[in-house]
């Protein structure tokens, strides 16, 4: 029986163990005890932080694990690719996974292949001089998070300043980056790569609730572009994926797309997208299982994926932007809904994705219009 290291064991990893399970694979899990929701799915659970890499490794190799990884989680990154690299087990190298996992190393990545970006700089004080040749509105956001946590668009020096220290705030590292703003559509991209090929598997439309903080409120595959603007992007991911140094695994890829047509990459995450992307609607809109996929990738039995299937698929959040959603999830009143669980019974306003307090998920033949029923 292969054994399978999977760093995080929260919700967010649960479609993976469960997964890897049914495949008949042996899962160690690795992460606090609370919320570890997968402990008890698990074959073996370390409560262990997920950071504590050389802890982790030491682990790994006394209980022989064939693969390492991980979904969702931007965090457990590098103590996944460390482990590999130490292991000689299929994964990104750290230094990949360290540059994934910040965004201003990220974006001088990006510059250095003639990627297109937004105008950047990383500072590490809310009084700190900025270029020049920023203009206002700006975004503001820790280099080193995600989950639109600690992002802030602001319009005045004021809520600069104050957005900056909560970014500093909540950075890991005490990092935080300032970008010029991008006006335009939000996409997402969801590929697989393997041994440096990369994989395409699927575009996503995102609804956010817009300035100051971004929070998803949706998520709509297929994405509503042309094949020419499906081509352009998948060429552009491969690009960017290289200039990262992602050779391995699942990655999210964040774009906004202006009215005139020019494609900004604002981030990109090697590992799977959260909100149910990677774990759900990827299979239920292409018919390829992305989680069997990742899992394959990490034991180095990967074949390139078959994507049969052409449905419409996506997530809508609850929140006390979305309350006339509840009624509809708690009654499973609609025949697409797939899934559909309230994680909260208050409703809040959002900041961040961690505000929301529910969701739904559907499969159709068509895009599921749900917006302020």
Request: hydrophobic share 40%; net charge negative; glycine share 6%.
């Amino acid at each position: 029986m292969k054994t399978l290291a999977i760093i995080g064991a929260s919700y967010l990893q649960l479609p993976l163990v469960q997964r890897a399970k049914e495949m008949g694979i042996k899962t160690i899990c690795f992460a606090w005890a609370e919320g570890a929701v997968c402990r008890d799915v698990a074959d073996m659970f370390f409560p262990i932080s997920i950071v504590e890499k050389e802890v982790i490794l030491e682990i790994c190799k006394n209980e022989h694990i064939d693969g390492i990884c991980t979904i969702a989680s931007d965090t457990a990154a590098p103590t996944v690719a460390y482990v590999a690299e130490q292991m000689r087990l299929m994964g990104n190298s750290y230094e990949c996974a360290l540059r994934t996992n910040n965004k201003h190393l990220m974006r001088n990545a990006f510059q250095l292949a003639g990627i297109q970006c937004p105008l950047y700089q990383m500072v590490k004080s809310a009084d700190e001089e900025l270029n020049d040749a920023f203009t206002y509105p700006l975004i503001i956001k820790p280099t080193d998070r995600s989950g639109s946590l600690g992002v802030t668009k602001v319009s005045d020096v004021i809520a600069r300043e104050h957005a900056l220290k909560e970014a500093l705030e909540y950075s890991f590292k005490h990092e935080a980056i300032v970008e010029e703003y991008i006006e335009g559509r939000e996409i997402s991209v969801e590929f697989i790569s393997y041994q440096g090929k990369h994989f395409p598997l699927q575009i996503t439309d995102k609804v956010t609730t817009g300035a100051p903080h971004f929070v998803e409120l949706e998520h709509h595959q297929p994405a509503d572009l042309t094949a020419a603007q499906y081509d352009e992007i998948y060429d552009l991911t491969k690009r960017a994926l290289t200039a990262l140094g992602v050779t391995n695994g699942a990655s999210h890829s964040e774009y906004r797309i202006t009215e005139e047509g020019k494609i900004y990459v604002m981030e990109i995450g090697a590992r799977m997208g959260g909100d149910f992307i990677g774990s759900d609607l990827v299979q239920l809109s292409t018919g390829y299982d992305f989680l069997r996929g990742v899992i394959e990738v990490a034991l180095g039995t990967f074949t390139a994926p078959q994507l049969r299937e052409h449905n419409h698929s996506g997530v809508y959040f609850l929140s006390e932007t979305t309350v006339h959603l509840k009624p509809i999830i708690e009654f499973y009143a609609l025949p697409e809904i797939v899934k559909a669980e309230i994680t909260d019974i208050e409703l809040h306003p959002l900041t961040c994705s961690g505000d929301r307090s529910g969701y739904l998920i559907y499969k159709s033949d068509k895009k599921l219009e749900l917006s302020g029923i």
